[in-house]
């Protein structure tokens, strides 16, 4: 639904670097709400005996911008006929939570489910509250469930479909993010993430330790947090380059994977699912706002 994060890098350090840098809080930062955009996905999942089941991943940043992709897809109709049945938010970062209220106003009593290392600013956040400091605000009361997941364990969301909360310190104040885990008929097994702070590496690593037939990876969507700012550092760079140990045979990237590491994964032959480039999306290069790929 959407990809993109923020409209310019430039803008966004600024912004972190007048609340003080990289490692303060991002309850603290002045954002500038025109750079605002958001990461949020549609995760349909079509089970064996045929039923769909749908969950949204993450809610966004801007909400006038997530207003406008929400019903640009069709999107807010399913969550308003109650047809998405739970918001799995990845992590607390601006770019994932910041628009919560724009779902909310379609299905105030979506269940939730976020890593139990969420600090209680989200939970604040999620029950409706204002941020000043960070020009976030949440005016609807969240009146679902909240499912928190810890971390390490493996929760069956449905039918070859799991959660895991993964535990580690993030940049801008947060701690923890979760991701999902689909074993795809036939295909076998998809990673689903946001940002990836958590690296595939230990995406990977989880799966073949905890999964049955998990030693292989077939297919990866979302964030691999590799060139987020816009420039590929040499660790980032060795870690695409990296990458190619897994033999992934799809790599639906996108969001903070980043443009330079996208264009090495091409150059260096990784199978990448292009997009249309359509609807604010930075690069036809990788899947963007507005684009499906299918697992099947
Ligand atoms: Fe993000
Ligand atoms: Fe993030």
């Not at 760079?237 to 790599?251: C, T």
């Amino acid at each position: 639904m959407s990809e993109i994060g923020w409209v310019d890098n430039d803008a966004l350090m600024a912004d972190i670097g007048a609340a003080g840098g990289i490692d303060g809080s991002q309850w603290g930062v002045p954002w500038h709400d025109a750079n605002a955009r958001g990461s949020c996905s549609l995760l349909e999942v079509e089970l064996l005996d045929g039923a769909r089941r749908r969950l949204l991943i993450d809610a966004g940043w801007n909400r006038d911008y997530m207003r406008q992709r929400l019903a640009a897809t069709g999107v807010d109709k399913l969550l308003a006929s109650g047809e998405i049945e739970t918001l799995f938010i990845t992590h607390e970062h601006m770019d994932h939570l910041f628009g919560l209220q724009a779902v909310l106003e379609l299905r105030p009593d979506i269940a939730i489910c976020v890593p139990a290392t969420f600090k209680p600013q989200g939970y604040e956040f999620i029950a409706g509250a204002e941020f000043p400091a960070a020009h976030a605000a949440n005016q609807i009361a969240h009146t679902g469930k909240v499912f928190r997941l810890e971390t390490a364990g493996v929760y069956q969301l449905m039918p070859g479909l799991a959660a895991v909360a993964f535990d580690l310190p993030i940049i801008l104040g947060i701690e923890g993010e979760q991701s999902l885990y689909a074993n795809v008929q036939g295909k076998g097994l998809v990673a689903i993430t946001g940002c990836g702070h958590h690296t595939l590496d230990r995406i990977a690593a989880f799966a073949a330790e905890s999964f049955e037939g998990g030693a292989t990876l077939h297919r990866v969507y979302g964030g691999l947090h590799l060139a987020p700012f816009g420039r590929l550092a040499p660790a980032q760079e060795a870690a695409v380059r990296n990458m190619g140990k897994y033999g992934l045979k799809r790599i639906a990237c996108n969001h903070c994977t980043g443009l330079p590491a996208v264009e090495l994964m091409l150059a260096l032959g990784y199978p990448v699912v292009k997009g249309s480039g359509a609807d604010g999306s930075a690069s036809d290069l990788y899947v963007g706002n507005g684009d499906s790929v299918a697992f099947d």
